[in-house]
Structures are given as C-alpha cells and as structure tokens.
C-alpha cells in the first residue's frame, strides 16, 4: 500500500509539472512526422520544381548551384548539400552568412536541372508565416528555439517521462488478472470511473510506443551522456570527422562534384543522399543510401580528401558493435522513418494520444480537487451552525 500511494504520488506530482512540456513535445513531435510534407504544401514553390519530368538524374553540377545560390545571398557557405530524392524535387542548401559581424544560417532551395535559385529563408528565425512554420514547429521541439540548455531540459522530462511509465503501469494494473480493465472505457458517461478511464486507455493502449519515444527523446537531447553510459555496455564508436584531426589550412581544390564522382568511381551504383562540406577537417563526406540503413537518411559516409581526392574513410551508422547498432535505431525510432509511413503515423498517434492523456490528467486532478475543497468546506458550514 505505502508503494501505491508513493508511486501515486510521483505520477500526479510528476504529471502537473510535465504536463505544459509533455503536450508542446507532443504536438510539435506529431506535427513534424511529417515535415517533409506539410513544408512542400505551405511552399510548393521552395520544395518542387513544378516539373514532374525532370527525373533525379538530370541535374546540373552542385558547384554551379553553390555559386549561384552565393551569387543571390553574398556570402553565403554551405555546409550541407541535400540531392533530390524523387522527381519534381528541388536541391536543399543549408549553410551560413557572415556579414557585418553578424552570422545567419540559411535554407536556399534550387533547381536541379540549372542550378537556379528559387528561393531561401532564415534558418531558426521565429516567424508563423507558411516560409518558417514548419522550422518554427521543429525549433520548439527540439529546444524551445533557445539553445543547448533547453535541449537538456526536455532531455531531464523525457528522462523522468521514462521513469513514470513504469509508475503509470504499476498504478493501471493493480491486478494482473484484471489487466483488460486497464485498456477499457467503464462507467456511465460522465462518472468518475468513466474520466479516469479516459486518462489511464489511452495511455495503456499507447504504452509501448510513448516508451519508444521518451527513451530516444532521452538519446537524442543527452548524445554525449547516453553514449556514455551505453559505452559501459558496448563500444560506441562515431563519425569519422569527429576523430580526424584538424585542417582548417587545406586548399579546396577539389570541387564538391569530382568528390561525387571520386565516390562513383569506387561504388558505382551509389545513390547520393547528400554531401556535407567540412573544412575543419579538409572533407567532403557524401552520404549514399545502403541496405544497412534503417531509415531514408543515407546513413554510408565516405570521406574525401578536399585538396587530391584521397580518401580519407568509409563507415556507416550502424557500425560494428551492438552499442553503434542501438543509436543507429535512435532517430530512426523516434522519427517513425524506420517503418516507413506505418511507423511514422504511429509516432503521430502516439504524439495525440500523449496529448490526450496530459489534458485528462491535469483535468482529472482538478475536479478531485475542486471536489475536495467542496467537501471539506461543507463540513466547515456544517461545524460552524453546528
């Protein structure tokens, strides 16, 4: 009995406090499953070239698209080079602009065939127009648009969210006999047992999802920490880049499409998810598609000496251990990208139904409450004409 009522306790207690965070996660979270497609809706003219015969193959060179996205923004460097992936899709530049002091990073968008610019925007700009609302939905979910310390305070809630699912479903099932009564709607409509029913269903029947999703938000807002600690386990090992030292004085004579063909050349089928551009280290690594990847990210790098061509290292996210194996899974989870369209609905559903169960929690609590007060006032008036 002391266990229930400390378990109790917690999960009311942690509730209250979670609940504004958990229903902003989840929201943004079901709203940004599916970024790719709410952005191509709200800016067609950004995210597609309008024509559906211009196949992923014919494009113009990426140098000719970098120095004509740099002839419409002075300044602008990118950094990351993201290909076309289907037909009637446009080329995706990110990078950064430095003038008078000041840095902003950019998205310049551009057409495959010619390298044409189609347009750009300001990358992490708070603004609720069709340009920056999918960024904006992104930026709140990831860090509040505030920064690392933000990030590491969804990582504490998504951390203290994994710990009351176990209170949550110690307290829903109190018997194990009577475990379908946990994932049933009992009781009259607008009884007591019918709203507190309403809370704990939902949550039951979307356990093991919403537990997928706290432990990989946990992973992705603490990387450092949760590698860490699954090093105690198994070897994580990580990007090359990471660990090649630095050669911020290496020439870039080599262009970001020799790099390509330098890849071609040794895997000639290659699919080129996109290249990023990495002067620290004097790189290029250009991501290609694998039969190793769990998601629709190209998780295969091979680096490129960015003044002869050399190359510098090949490996893929999985890695070789079982800890590279578990992070590998970690966005690709919590994305739903790593079961295609079923799993990113899950994710979705899963981002609803979070939302439902915080609303009913904080309403449950509330009219307990007001119930209380009311009952303990009576007694006062009873007392008092007593």
């Given at each position: 009995?002391?266990?229930?009522?400390?378990?109790?306790?917690?999960?009311?207690?942690?509730g209250?406090?979670?609940?504004l965070?958990?229903?902003?996660?989840?929201?943004?979270?079901?709203?940004?499953?599916?970024?790719?497609?709410?952005?191509?809706?709200?800016?067609?003219?950004?995210?597609?070239?309008?024509?559906?015969?211009?196949?992923?193959?014919?494009?113009?060179?990426?140098?000719?698209?970098?120095?004509?996205?740099?002839?419409?923004?002075?300044?602008?460097?990118?950094?990351?080079?993201?290909?076309?992936?289907?037909?009637?899709?446009?080329?995706?530049?990110?990078?950064?602009?430095?003038?008078?002091?000041?840095?902003?990073?950019?998205?310049?968008?551009s057409?495959?065939?010619?390298?044409?610019?189609?347009?750009?925007?300001?990358?992490?700009?708070?603004?609720?127009d069709?340009?920056?609302?999918?960024?904006?939905?992104?930026?709140?979910?990831?860090?509040?648009?505030?920064?690392?310390?933000?990030?590491?305070?969804?990582?504490?809630?998504?951390?203290?969210?994994?710990?009351?699912?176990?209170?949550?479903?110690?307290?829903?099932?109190?018997?194990?006999?009577?475990?379908?009564?946990?994932f049933?709607?009992?009781?009259?409509?607008?009884?007591?047992?019918?709203?507190?029913?309403?809370?704990?269903?939902p949550?039951?029947?979307?356990?093991?999802?919403?537990?997928v999703?706290?432990?990989?938000?946990?992973?992705?807002?603490?990387?450092?920490?949760?590698?860490?600690?699954?090093?105690?386990?198994?070897?994580?090992?990580?990007?090359?880049?990471?660990?090649?030292?630095?050669?911020?004085?290496?020439?870039?004579?080599?262009?970001?499409?020799?790099?390509?063909?330098?890849?071609?050349?040794?895997?000639?089928?290659?699919?080129?998810?996109?290249?990023?551009?990495?002067?620290?280290?004097?790189?290029?690594?250009?991501?290609?598609?694998?039969?190793?990847?769990?998601?629709?990210?190209?998780?295969?790098?091979?680096?490129?000496?960015?003044?002869?061509?050399?190359?510098?290292?090949?490996?893929?996210?999985?890695?070789?251990?079982?800890?590279?194996?578990?992070?590998?899974?970690?966005?690709?989870?919590?994305?739903?990208?790593?079961?295609?369209?079923?799993g990113?609905?899950?994710?979705?559903?899963?981002?609803?139904?979070?939302?439902?169960?915080?609303?009913?929690?904080?309403?449950?609590?509330?009219?307990?409450?007001?119930?209380?007060?009311?009952?303990?006032?009576?007694?006062?008036?009873?007392?008092?004409?007593?």
């Open positions: 009995m002391r266990t229930r009522l400390a378990l109790l306790a917690w999960h009311r207690w942690f209250l406090g979670a609940s965070w958990l229903l902003l996660l989840a929201l943004t979270g079901s709203a940004i499953t599916f970024y790719d497609e709410l952005d191509t809706w709200l800016n067609p003219d950004l995210r597609t070239t309008g024509e559906v015969a211009v196949t992923t193959d014919a494009r113009a060179p990426l140098q000719l698209a970098i120095a004509r996205a740099q002839e419409a923004v002075p300044g602008f460097e990118p950094w990351i080079v993201e290909l076309p992936h289907a037909p009637g899709r446009t080329l995706w530049m990110l990078g950064h602009q430095e003038s008078g002091g000041v840095e902003r990073d950019f998205q310049l968008f057409h495959p065939a010619d390298g044409r610019v189609l347009g750009w925007r300001e990358q992490g700009r708070f603004a609720l069709r340009r920056h609302a999918m960024d904006v939905l992104y930026g709140l979910h990831v860090d509040l648009m505030l920064g690392p310390v933000a990030t590491w305070l969804f990582g504490l809630v998504s951390l203290l969210w994994l710990l009351d699912h176990l209170a949550a479903a110690w307290l829903s099932l109190p018997r194990l006999a009577a475990w379908r009564d946990a049933r709607l009992a009781g009259p409509p607008g009884s007591g047992r019918r709203r507190h029913d309403r809370h704990r269903a949550g039951m029947w979307l356990l093991v999802l919403t537990l999703m706290s432990l990989t938000g946990v992973t992705l807002a603490w990387p450092e920490a949760s590698r860490d600690a699954v090093g105690v386990l198994s070897p994580v090992s990580g990007r090359l880049d990471r660990t090649m030292p630095p050669a911020t004085d290496t020439p870039r004579t080599l262009d970001i499409d020799t790099a390509i063909a330098r890849v071609h050349a040794q895997q000639p089928d290659a699919r080129i998810h996109s290249v990023r551009i990495l002067p620290r280290v004097g790189a290029y690594a250009v991501r290609t598609f694998d039969p190793r990847d769990v998601d629709q990210q190209g998780r295969l790098w091979t680096y490129v000496a960015m003044d002869d061509g050399r190359l510098l290292g090949q490996r893929h996210d999985r890695g070789e251990s079982a800890g590279d194996a578990f992070f590998v899974w970690q966005y690709a989870l919590h994305s739903g990208q790593a079961f295609g369209l079923p990113r609905v899950a994710v979705f559903v899963s981002g609803l139904g979070t939302a439902l169960v915080c609303v009913t929690g904080v309403m449950l609590w509330w009219r307990r409450r007001r119930a209380v007060r009311g009952a303990t006032g009576g007694d006062a008036v009873r007392s008092t004409l007593g």
